[in-house]
């Protein structure tokens, strides 16, 4: 068991919690065992960095040594890029529908075979630094591994305090001096090129080679010579470390050597890691710039527990296993495509479990993935809808899909109902904006509370009960689909009062803004002609720039087709309030409005169905109302099949939708 806190309290208290997990199960207190020596077992640092200043610290070339089954891995490793091969050969004549499978496929080949070619190429005194001082020095830190894998080993047992003091003192020494024979191969390096920049820049002078070529190379030169300062400034700060308690960097195949000797990596990997989003305001400038040289999901914007996933999986063993808690939002969001593909790509993916109910105290939505490093393409992956009640976990089957078949440009790992589902999805996500480009989407005003200040919202009021600041207003209750009624209520529109939403009169006062309530299992939407005020219990959608006719987008929104669309990728599952979230409402894919013709025809029937549905309210005539109900009912096929042609669905693919949304409506 091993672990990893950059708190070093967090560290302690992991301690501490193992040494009560043995005191729990004892009887006996004269029977309790003590805890063998965690110094090496549970660690301070920064899970995320293994370099200092922008300096690598470790060489990974140093526990890279040819394994005693070497040809046993180099049989397994053959053997499995056939079998690929024979799987990409059989898929090669099923046209297009295959091709993300094949290019799948093809990256894996690849992958096997770099993993032969570094068989084939283990490490030797000659493949290191070739100026001497330094590949002796590298050499002779490679030749300590040994020594220092045995003081781990030590310590572990060590129950004398002086003992353990000297063992710690050796340790120390030893892992210092790896890191310094590292950080000099590094500097050295970059002296051997900048010699060569520098002999390279005078044989162009003595050329008389052209300006623009002496100029890139002095950029090149000035650019070294800057590089060569910040390592040697590196190394210097460096030191100050040596004896730290806590340290910015953790150097995982240093520190837990032998995991990496013996096992090459860990068989599972198991972590809550922290949800937070590198912004402007909490992040460093030069921590920021290497992520994104270091992670492949440091693509857009960067949340670390994005970069953590993707660390998790490089510490594995051929056979290992991660398991992570993070927010289901990297399963569907623009910005995760990254993390999803290096998933799909890198892993077999075995469960995904989504929790509808908050699962800590952190206000998000989470899910529970478990996936193996090395499996098959062709393997199933299983969506889970899980529950907590009475710290018990209960699990509801949702769908089971090929992971090949997900394998797609936008890559969702969502809990669709099928596979064909799944990849309906992703194509109507695709080259298409979001809602949040296109339209404003604000939530509704929050006021204070309403048992301390009852007139802050007004039911039918008497004109005495009226402030000047009293404005008419609609909550969730007043929206239909199609419809939005007026109830009689009033609010106090003043900043005194507010305590959340939005507060844009602009927003508020706009006349046709689409309104969407909070509550319900899909968005429905109906058009606010008033330009009444809206309290938090909807959805305010404001076209931007005039550009956008709401009436359109309102068709496109109540269509079955967006039904769809929301009831595979942001489904709540809760039986009683489902939520709209806003940050769901603003990913929605509207169609690029190129047919001016389909778009004008929406809106015309859109505006038909907005009037039938006011007479359909406003009629007590049973008559009068069935005929007004199917008269709506086929404005409704008629909206539908516009949509289908905006978003360009094939007959199946309509087929698919419609089964979908039958059983919602």
């Given at each position: 068991l091993y672990g990893v806190d950059i708190d070093p309290g967090a560290v302690e208290i992991a301690k501490l919690r193992l040494w009560l997990s043995l005191v729990v199960d004892e009887d006996d207190i004269k029977e309790i065992k003590p805890l063998p020596n965690l110094d090496y077992k549970i660690m301070q640092g920064d899970s995320l960095v293994e370099e200092f200043e922008g300096v690598k610290l470790f060489d990974k070339r140093m526990v890279e040594q040819p394994s005693l089954d070497l040809k046993a891995?180099?049989?397994?490793?053959?053997?499995?890029?056939?079998?690929?091969?024979?799987?990409?050969?059989?898929?090669?004549?099923?046209g297009n529908r295959d091709k993300p499978t094949r290019r799948a496929i093809e990256k894996e080949i690849d992958k096997l075979k770099k993993e032969m070619k570094a068989l084939d190429t283990p490490v030797t005194a000659s493949s290191l630094p070739t100026q001497r001082e330094i590949g002796d020095l590298f050499s002779e830190a490679q030749c300590k591994l040994p020594e220092l894998e045995h003081l781990h080993r030590q310590l572990f047992e060590a129950s004398s305090g002086t003992l353990k003091k000297e063992i710690r003192e050796k340790l120390t020494s030893l892992e210092w001096v790896i890191i310094e024979a590292t950080v000099s191969d590094g500097i050295q390096q970059v002296r051997q090129k900048l010699d060569h920049l520098k002999q390279e820049?005078?044989?162009?002078?003595?050329?008389?080679?052209?300006?623009?070529?002496?100029?890139?190379?002095?950029?090149?030169?000035?650019?070294?010579?800057?590089?060569?300062?910040?390592?040697?400034?590196?190394?210097?700060?460096?030191?100050?470390?040596?004896?730290?308690?806590?340290?910015?960097?953790?150097?995982?195949?240093?520190?837990?050597?032998?995991?990496?000797?013996?096992?090459?990596?860990?068989?599972?990997?198991?972590?809550n890691p922290p949800y937070v989003l590198l912004q402007d305001s909490n992040r460093n400038v030069q921590l920021y710039k290497r992520f994104r040289d270091s992670y492949t999901v440091a693509a857009y914007k960067i949340d670390l527990y994005h970069l953590f996933i993707e660390r998790a999986v490089h510490l594995l063993n051929s056979d290992g296993s991660v398991a992570f808690i993070t927010p289901s939002n990297f399963t569907s969001n623009n910005y995760a495509v990254a993390l999803r593909r290096f998933l799909l790509e890198e892993t077999e993916l075995r469960q995904l479990i989504f929790f509808d109910d908050d699962v800590f105290e952190a206000s998000v939505n989470n899910v529970v993935f478990i996936a193996q490093r090395n499996g098959q393409l062709d393997s199933q992956v299983l969506f889970y809808r899980g529950k907590i009640a009475e710290q018990e976990l209960s699990l509801q089957l949702k769908t089971q899909i090929t992971q090949s078949d997900l394998v797609t440009e936008m890559c969702l790992l969502i809990p669709a109902e099928s596979s064909g589902a799944a990849v309906l999805v992703d194509k109507l996500l695709r080259d298409r904006p979001p809602l949040g480009e296109i339209a404003s989407v604000n939530f509704g005003m929050q006021l204070r509370d309403r048992s301390k200040f009852p007139n802050d919202v007004i039911k039918d009021p008497r004109k005495s009960e009226l402030s000047k600041y009293h404005r008419p207003c609609y909550t969730g209750k007043d929206i239909r689909r199609y419809m939005v009624e007026f109830d009689g209520r009033y609010c106090y529109f003043n900043r005194e009062a507010q305590r959340g939403g939005c507060w844009d009169e602009y927003i508020h006062k706009a006349k046709n803004k689409i309104l969407v309530r909070q509550i319900g299992a899909y968005p429905e939407g109906g058009l606010d002609t008033n330009g009444y005020a809206v309290l938090n219990t909807a959805f305010i959608i404001v076209p931007r720039n005039g550009k956008t006719d709401p009436l359109w987008l309102l068709g496109i929104l109540n269509s079955s087709c967006l039904r769809f669309f929301w009831?595979?990728?942001?489904?709540?599952?809760?039986?009683?309030?489902?939520?709209?979230?806003?940050?769901?409402?603003?990913?929605?894919?509207?169609?690029?409005?190129i047919d001016k013709a389909l778009n004008h025809k929406l809106v015309q029937l859109v505006r038909q169905m907005i009037t039938a549905k006011k007479e359909w309210a406003a009629t007590e005539d049973d008559y009068e109302k069935r005929r007004l109900g199917l008269f709506c009912a086929d404005l409704d096929r008629e909206i539908d099949s516009l949509v289908y042609k905006l978003y360009e669905l094939t007959d199946d693919e309509i087929a698919t939708v419609e089964a979908n949304t039958q059983k919602a409506k």
């Open positions: 891995k180099k049989a397994a490793l053959n053997a499995r890029i056939s079998e690929l091969s024979r799987q990409f050969f059989d898929l090669h004549g099923r820049l005078d044989n162009s002078k003595r050329k008389k080679e052209p300006a623009k070529i002496l100029q890139s190379l002095e950029r090149k030169l000035n650019e070294m010579k800057a590089q060569k300062k910040e390592r040697e400034d590196a190394a210097k700060h460096l030191e100050s470390l040596r004896n730290a308690s806590v340290k910015p960097f953790f150097l995982w195949r240093l520190h837990f050597l032998e995991v990496f000797q013996q096992k090459d990596g860990f068989d599972a990997v198991v972590s009831l595979n990728r942001f489904r709540d599952d809760r039986k009683t309030f489902p939520k709209i979230k806003g940050e769901y409402l603003k990913l929605i894919p509207i169609p690029n409005e």
